[in-house]
């Protein structure tokens, strides 16, 4: 039962930050967002939550927004871009770890008792085991993956402080797409730059041969998970994978977005280029632990959730 209970959504202007709100908006919990607008949109944030713009890198701004007096945590603000993290690891590191060791150091601060982490299936860089449990080693390949899992265990490092117990859950989140998934941001999001390029007429670029895959799960199945696990006492001090447990290749994901638009290869133009840095081959979740714990798994099939994320897009960005 949520009882009028306080969540700060960190990164909730962002792409899933913003659906989570939602979600816990139509749950009965109140909600406070934390956000610099680097990459999330104002208007992604739904009226009826408090908005406070700044940065988890500044204490200041972290403060404020612990103010709130959250009872729950769920931290998404990050810098989400594989690319980016490669150009300016540096940057990549001050967001996703120093930002992070900010948040738990509120949370110290404020007897905090609960939070969720946003974390990545980019800790296993390329996994030997496919589907991936969460057993599999962590040895991320991309300096992304790096800062995901440093933060991911400095998250479980602070809820062993006896001085502060805390309850923390992370999801391991698998590529996630849906409305609100910047479509001209060509550093993230591999699904939403397809449907960018297919909408706007400019050609698709395919890195690699194409035949690497991906875990898509759609974005209102994440949300479901985080807002489940908030009082699920079976999820603290644990670490889940959300995917759908299913692989598509970037080939069958190109094709997918252009029979939306009713396009097919020769129709369109995909041309192909070399693999970039930090790209991994395969992908693809063990949802077993998930399964098991919450009940959960994706509900929305890809063909499904692309056509809403479509429909979405072909209202240039109406809010959904
Ligand atoms: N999209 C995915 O497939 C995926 C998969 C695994 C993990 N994640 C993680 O989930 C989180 C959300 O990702 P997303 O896809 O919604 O990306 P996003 O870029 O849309 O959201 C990130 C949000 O964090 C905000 N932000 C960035 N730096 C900040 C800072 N210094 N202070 C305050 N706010 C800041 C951005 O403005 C944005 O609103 C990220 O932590 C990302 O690493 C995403």
Redesign the pocket.
Known sequence: MAENRCVLV????????SHLVDTLLDRGFRVTV???????VRTNVNPGADFIE????KTDDVTRAFNSKPDVVCH?????SIRLAWSDPAADLA??VE?TLNILAACRRKRTPRLLY?????IYGDPKTLPTPETAPALPVAH?GVT?FAAERYVALAAEDPEHPMAVTSF??????GPR??LDNPY??VLAIFLGHALRGETITIHSDGEQSRDFVFVDDICRAWVDAIDTPATFGRVFNLGSGRATTVNQLCDAVLRQFGLDRSTFEVNTAPAQMGDIRTSEAAIEAVAEILAWRAEVDLEQGMAATVAWARGAGSKQ
């Open positions: 960190t990164g909730g202007a962002g792409f899933i930050g934390l956000d610099n607008l680097n990459t999330g700044g940065d988890v890198r998404l603000a990050g810098q989400a967001v996703n930002g946003a974390s990545s299936m980019m992304y995901k391991r989140m698998f590529n996630v797409y998934q910047a993230q999001g």
